[in-house]
């Protein structure tokens, strides 16, 4: 790829040098990668074992949390379409799938704080366990929003999954149930997550310089 050699990392001894090996790594893992267009990652954040163990987790503890009744997993668009996808199939118990079409953030990287619904799931949510499956929570807007629209329409229970929390969301009014990792409080991109619609198809979770 054109790329120097790991030098000097095997003269060096003890844990620096190895932080420095593993931080040439992750540097070299960003500049390889042509789904980039040139774009420099500061660091990968969360590496696709690490996500894919943490998945494979959190769809077991979903099971066990739901013994009876008819499961809605209702991803919210567009950021949780891969996270969703991996999830359900770590869920070992029926259960139905669709979505809801939020917009908050428009191109920038600061939460707006508007949230418009664009698609509103066509299944009925009344009487169903539902569990709203969130990429990233950062302010809690979104999900206050709609969490409280959704309460609305009687469900059996309504729980929030989300893949990333930042613990900065001191307007949530609503407890996260599951939640995969905390996020480093960075603007994360990968794994479904966007920077103006691009680099959601990168198979880790890396923050942008
Ligand atoms: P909130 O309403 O401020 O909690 O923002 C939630 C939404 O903002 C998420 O569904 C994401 O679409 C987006 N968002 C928040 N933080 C990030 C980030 O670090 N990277 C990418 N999108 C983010
Ligand atoms: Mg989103």
Known sequence: MGLAPCRGASVDAGGAARRRVLQYKARVTAVADPRLSGRVLKRVAFDEATI??????????????????QLLVLGLLKGSFIFLSDLVRNITRPLQVDFLVAASYGDGMVSSGTVRL????????EGKHILLVED???SGRTLNRLMSLL???????????????????DELHYETRFVGFDAPHEFLVGYGLDHAEN???????????
């Open 52 to 69: 894919a163990r943490r998945v494979a987790e959190l769809g077991r503890e979903i099971t066990e949390a739901y013994p009876d009744g």
């Open 118 to 125: 664009l698609y509103d799931p066509e299944t009925e949510l």
């Open 136 to 138: 990233i929570i950062d």
């Open 151 to 169: 309460e609305e329409r009687s469900p059996r229970s309504l729980e929030i999954c989300a893949l990333l929390h930042k613990r900065i969301a």
């Open 199 to 209: 680099f959601r198809h990168l198979p880790y979770i890396a923050s942008l310089q």
